[in-house]
Structures are given as structure tokens and as C-alpha cells.
């Protein structure tokens, strides 16, 4: 069973920056791709930033939108079986909740193809 826990969300100034962790089990970075996804209230879930299965083509690369660009870095640990997103110069529009999912195609733009997703930690961004 594929599990994924989130985790380092919390209250911060803007211009501030957090590190997101999401901690998987049940599969391996060998054949999922990993991604980060944020809800803020009102609006639609929106894809953040992704890192490809090691087995597929993209061979673990990482994917960002513009949201992250610029801002937002990706990374994983395989050995503890841990992605992380950090990010950084935080905005009030960067509040949300933050959420992690599982997919075989690390596909932002297409949230049907995210199968496992965590429960979300929350991130608010305000002075």
C-alpha cells in the first residue's frame, strides 16, 4: 500500500522560508513519481513541482511550474525514502494546504494520474 505522510508545514512571514517533507512507504522512487500540490481555499488543486520515477524516461528529473520557479526547490533522499520541497521568499498568495502524491507520470498538469496523495500540511504566509 502506498502511503505518504507530509510534514514541516506551519505559520511564516513573508519573505520567510519552510522545508516540506513527505515521507513514503509501500513503493520506491525506482517507479513512482513523486509530486508536490497545493490547495488554497476556494481555488482548485494545482501542481507545484515533481520529481520522475527512475525507471522512466525522465530518469528522477525534476519538473517545476511557474508557481515554483525560481522560488521552490525539490529534492529527495533515497535512502530515507523522503522528498522534500523547499521553498523559499514565501508570499501571502503561497498560503495553502501543501500535499504530496504518487503517479507513474510525473504530470503536473494532470491530477487524475495522481493515484496516493498524503493528508497535507498546512503553510500561511502572513506578517
Known amino acids: 500500500q502506498l502511503q505518504l505522510v507530509e510534514s514541516g508545514g506551519g505559520l511564516v512571514q513573508p519573505g520567510g522560508s519552510l522545508r516540506l517533507s513527505c515521507a513514503v512507504s509501500?513503493?520506491?522512487?525506482?517507479?513512482?513519481?513523486i509530486g508536490w500540490f497545493r490547495q488554497a481555499p476556494g481555488k482548485e488543486r494545482e501542481g507545484v513541482s515533481c520529481?520522475?520515477?527512475?525507471?522512466?524516461?525522465?530518469?528522477?528529473?525534476?519538473h517545476y511550474t511557474d508557481i515554483a520557479k525560481g522560488r521552490f526547490a525539490m529534492s529527495s533522499d533515497n535512502a530515507k525514502n523522503t522528498v522534500y520541497l523547499q521553498m523559499n521568499n514565501l508570499k501571502p498568495e503561497d498560503t495553502a494546504v501543501y500535499y504530496c502524491?504518487?503517479?507513474?507520470?510525473?504530470?503536473?498538469?494532470?491530477?487524475?494520474?495522481?493515484?496516493?496523495w498524503g493528508q497535507g500540511t498546512q503553510v500561511t504566509v502572513s506578517s
Open positions: 520529481v520522475s520515477s527512475i525507471q522512466s524516461s525522465g530518469g528522477g528529473s525534476t
Open positions: 502524491a504518487a503517479a507513474l507520470l510525473c504530470r503536473l498538469g494532470q491530477l487524475s494520474l495522481w493515484t496516493s
Open positions: 509501500g513503493f520506491t522512487f525506482d517507479d513512482y513519481a
